[in-house]
């Protein structure tokens, strides 16, 4: 049904999903079609600028083909492969309503390169004849401006199905190792776990307290640690998230809070997406990344008071973000 080559089709062609499509494109094995939106007149004129750490300076650069829809892009399918790259906000729209016409039952492979924790149930929910490989990315790369990206740490990805009763696990982890194979073959590096969800926790000790508090209060990694907001808000909301995800059966490393805090030092003044997402007047991803914990613990009768805060502060600020775009009073 598929020609040689793999055919996919990638949704979200910010920093995160243009360097997933470089990656594939350069393993020589994949084409790929990406659904562009705000970028899609500057890519399709002048292709994207890219500096990065794996591939060294691309410029012109553009993957198979460029689409400005999902539908328009169905001309270049069937697809095997479906990468969504967009940031997850259940609350905003249904990325699972949006690739629907593009998914083939027992053909399509969805890939979900994301933040959060809980993202992959909507993807099951729509399509139960469908394998779902979930993917944290531990990328450091960043749309400086539309088609202009810096890469400036190495693409790892971590990778592993979710499993389905109607399809074989062996026929699952054979679609995975091939997604892999394809992200590796192009100069990125894509590692298989047999928990994924366990990574997804961790990457959510630091996501769920600086990503959180950043945006909260305006400031960057660096400020938080100099206002001496690591003990007083960072460490604890760490603390949570680590009783969440054990008391849901996913034990992270011991010290894993000092971990995170120690990934930021002060000197690197990070600016994390949520914060930059509020400087641009754009919705943060705070449904899968505090709501959902926070709905989680509820389920498991854990106390969460300070993720409880965290939450409903951010769903004001989200309230004013979306007033703003849509220029008039919206309802709770």
Not at 68 to 91: C, T, W, Y
Not at 151 to 159: A, E, P, Q, T, V
Not at 207 to 212: H, I
Request: glycine share 8%; hydrophobic share 45%.
């Amino acid at each position: 049904m598929f020609d040689t080559r793999a055919n996919i089709l990638l949704c979200g062609c910010g920093a995160v999903g243009t360097m997933a499509a470089v990656a594939l494109e350069r393993s020589g094995c994949a084409a790929v079609t990406a659904v562009l939106r705000s970028n899609f007149s500057v890519v399709e004129q002048k292709g994207f600028t890219i500096d990065s750490v794996d591939h060294g300076r691309l410029t012109g650069w553009h993957p198979s083909y460029i689409a400005r829809s999902v539908e328009n892009a169905m001309k270049h399918g069937p697809f095997q492969f479906i990468v969504i790259a967009l940031k997850a906000l259940p609350d905003i729209y249904s990325i699972p309503e949006l690739i629907a016409p593009a998914v083939t039952p027992f053909e399509s492979t969805i890939v979900l390169i994301q933040n959060g924790i809980g993202i992959e149930q909507p993807f099951i929910n729509a399509f139960p004849r469908s394998t779902i490989l979930s993917g944290v990315s531990m990328i450091g790369a960043h749309q400086l401006s539309s088609g202009v990206i810096r890469h400036d740490r190495s693409d790892i990805l971590h990778l592993g199905p979710i499993y389905n009763a109607s399809i074989s696990r062996e026929k699952e982890d054979e679609l995975a190792a091939l997604f892999s194979s394809l992200y590796t073959s192009g100069g990125a590096s894509c590692l298989l776990t047999e928990n994924i969800t366990w990574m997804r926790w961790k990457k959510l000790v630091w996501n769920a307290s600086f990503n959180s508090v950043c945006a909260m209060t305006g400031l960057d990694s660096g400020a938080i640690i100099d206002a001496g907001g690591v003990e007083t808000i960072i460490r604890p909301v760490m603390d949570k998230i680590n009783s969440i995800a054990k008391a849901s059966g996913h034990t992270l490393p011991d010290g894993i809070q000092q971990l995170m805090i120690d990934s930021m030092p002060r000197e690197m003044h990070f600016r994390p997406s949520m914060l930059v997402d509020v400087e641009r007047g754009n919705p943060m991803e705070i449904e899968v990344i505090v709501g959902n914990p926070l709905r989680i613990a509820q389920e498991l009768g854990c106390e969460t008071p300070i993720l409880r805060m965290i939450y409903e502060h951010l769903k004001l600020v989200q309230w004013r973000i979306r007033r703003a775009k849509t220029g008039s009073r919206l309802q709770k």
